[in-house]
């Protein structure tokens, strides 16, 4: 089944703003696709994006997860076509969530977070989340990430040198209701994150994990992988990345990544893909 779209739609994940995504933007662009990269409520474009949301992170103090996946299902349905929609981290959770509603040709989830159901609990995925979660405080609050946090979470294929220009060009204050949403998730009744493994409906879903990814480690790309394989009819796939970490969209070789996640949404196929 050949998805015809021609528009591409890249949502970002915590700690970060559509800005991550421009190399991504650049090269869909260069094979004829139109590509948007909507920000969460608040969150502005570009360089000046993260410039503005550091100056001011209020927008973020207690944004949750469905004020979101609203925005965003609002931005697509403007869109003229149904998009090949892509998410990075927890924007991997907001295509399973979007693709579950009905939207998009196609989804990529790239380290994406898990929704509810989804069990896996790596160690290393509570030292990357523990410094927001450990005080229920901040919930409400928009919480900034350290160097030390963000070289442990997202960059560590790398020294601590080579991490920090990376975090000072991208790095965000998080919303901590998100990740706090998230991590009680199997605990919150009608949760924001809640969908329908057993949808047959949706568009076909492609699972990209790294690795090394401490953020979000592989283990929960492939639980989340195999509810869906497990329970839908729908296309469902696995592509697993050796070595890679949660900065995968920009560590060297995102290239490769970046395609492979293209021409699987143009082809869908099913199943562990190497």
């Known amino acids: 089944m050949a998805t015809a779209s021609k528009v591409v739609v890249l949502i970002h994940g915590l700690w970060m703003t559509p800005y991550s995504w421009q190399p991504w933007v650049e090269r869909y662009e260069a094979r004829g696709f139109t590509v948007h990269t909507p920000g969460y409520p608040g969150i502005g474009q570009g360089k000046e994006g993260v410039e503005a949301i550091r100056r001011d992170p209020s927008p973020l103090a207690g944004l949750g997860v469905a004020d979101v996946v609203n925005s965003l299902a609002e931005q697509i349905e403007a869109l ?10 927890f924007g991997g959770a907001f295509v399973q ?4 509603r009905g939207y998009g040709a196609a989804g ?12 896996a609990l790596p160690l290393a995925q509570i030292k990357s989340t523990f410094p927001v979660l450990k005080n229920p405080a901040n919930r409400d609050k928009a919480v900034p990430i350290t160097e030390e946090e963000f070289h442990y979470a997202f960059t560590n294929n790398l020294t601590a040198e080579q991490s920090k220009p990376i975090y000072d060009e991208y790095a965000i204050p998080v919303s901590g209701r998100m990740l706090f949403e998230a991590g009680f998730a199997n605990f919150t009744p009608h949760s924001s994150m809640t969908l329908d493994f057993g949808n047959d409906d949706r568009a076909p879903l492609l699972f990209i994990a790294g690795g090394n990814d401490h953020a979000v480690p592989a283990a929960v790309q492939a639980e989340n992988y195999k509810k869906w394989a497990k329970k839908s009819e729908a296309i469902t796939a696995h592509r697993l990345f050796e070595g890679r970490d949660h900065y995968t969209c920009g ?6 990544v970046a395609d492979f996640a293209l021409d699987w949404a143009l082809n869908p196929v099913a199943g562990e893909l190497t």
Request: glycine residues 16%; hydrophobic residues 40%; without cysteine.
């Open 108 to 119: 990529v989830s790239i380290d994406g977070a898990g929704v509810k159901g989804v069990k």
């Open 251 to 256: 560590e060297e070789g995102w290239e490769t």
């Open 80 to 89: 003229d076509e149904a998009p090949i929609i892509m998410g990075h981290s």
């Open 97 to 100: 969530l979007l693709l579950d």
